[in-house]
């Protein structure tokens, strides 16, 4: 069964179960229905649209997460529903990860805004978006728009900073406490399609995933055992501060226009990245071990991304989440 999170509306159903009422059958002779009405299809059951799994009565909160060695190990990163990998300035990467299942109460290390992030994160609606903060120019994006912000150097609610790491690898964000004092929607569709089968048609073998953004490897392995692709760096299997190993159901390949942004620059005077995550575009999904070629497109900054199969048709991902990798155009990408 292919679930989206969508369910049949109410009022809908309603029309149904009148519709099946009213429809012909034999009359006794006082002119009631000879028969029992037939019984209407029970709804699907709904489900979260971005894990394809529970619903989350949870609203949708992005992070901003540290992805370099000097950030690691990670807290809370596993609990994310989905998570981007994004290139930013000298070559380095960051990720921005979406929580709605869970709200752990300590996401570490916290770091700060880049300006394609709104682009990026306007596809789940208005929802609350968590940084440390940002340069001038690299923030401005974000103040400009719709996105609910919780800003460390502006004063927002549930931050603290870690002893026993060193600045500005210490900040955590409490999301419990966010979720409190910040109100924000819960999950809705954003083009995703969850099912338990994979699809038909032309699949490879997808047993590795080894890609590059910006000029850092980014690899996955999948695992037989837990039915999982497993985050490798250098080698090494990655886990979080709790020991648990980071890992997920799917990997999407994304590839991507990616543009210098000039008028953000880093201390020492590298550029800011900005990939454009509207439009259309080569993708590669990795689910169960195996490997389906095909498009992304998305027409608008508040539309959905959609996944699709060389022959048109949506390309579904295992229930439980997904890793998005955002490439550039001319990234490598073993066979």
Not at 58 to 82: F, L, S, W, Y
Not at 172 to 182: D, E, G, M, R
Not at 214 to 229: L, P, Q, S
Not at 305 to 332: E, M, Q, R, S, Y
């Amino acid at each position: 069964m292919i679930r989206s999170g969508r369910t049949i509306p109410a009022i809908a159903m309603a029309g149904l179960i009148a519709a099946a009422g009213c429809s012909g059958g034999s009359s006794g002779s006082d002119g009631t229905s000879g028969g029992a009405p037939p019984s209407s299809p029970a709804p699907p059951p709904a489900v979260n649209p971005l894990t394809g799994e529970a619903p989350s009565k949870h609203p949708v909160i992005v992070v901003k997460i540290e992805d370099t060695a000097n950030g690691r190990p990670q807290a809370g990163t596993n609990k994310a529903d989905i998570v981007y990998v994004e290139q930013v300035e000298g070559g380095l990467t960051r990720l921005m990860a979406v929580f709605n299942s869970t709200l752990p109460s300590s996401i570490e290390p916290v770091r700060s805004v880049r300006p394609s992030d709104p682009e990026l994160a306007l596809q789940y609606g208005h929802i609350i978006f968590v940084a440390s903060g940002g340069s001038h120019a690299g923030i401005a994006p974000l103040l400009k728009s719709p996105l609910k912000k919780v800003i460390n150097d502006s004063g927002g609610p549930g931050f603290h900073r870690d002893p026993n790491r060193d600045a500005p690898y210490n900040l955590v964000a409490n999301l419990k406490t966010i979720a409190k004092k910040v109100k924000g929607p819960t999950a809705s569709g954003i083009g995703l399609m969850w099912s338990d089968q994979v699809p038909a048609g032309a699949t490879k073998r997808g047993k590795f995933v080894q890609t590059r953004v910006g000029g850092t490897d980014v690899g996955f392995r999948w695992d037989a055992k837990t039915h999982r692709y497993l985050r490798i760096i250098d080698g090494d299997v990655q886990h979080t501060a709790d020991g648990s190993v980071i890992s997920t159901p799917n990997v999407i390949v994304q590839f991507c226009k990616v543009t210098t942004y000039t008028k953000d620059r880093d201390v020492l005077g590298n550029p800011a990245k900005f990939t454009h995550t509207v439009g259309t575009g080569r993708a590669v999904v990795f689910r169960n071990g195996k490997r389906i070629a095909g498009t992304w497109s998305r027409s608008s900054v508040k539309d959905g991304t959609a996944f699709k199969a060389k022959d048109g048709t949506p390309i579904t991902l295992t229930p439980g989440g997904a890793w998005v990798v955002l490439v550039a155009n001319d990234a490598p990408l073993n066979k």
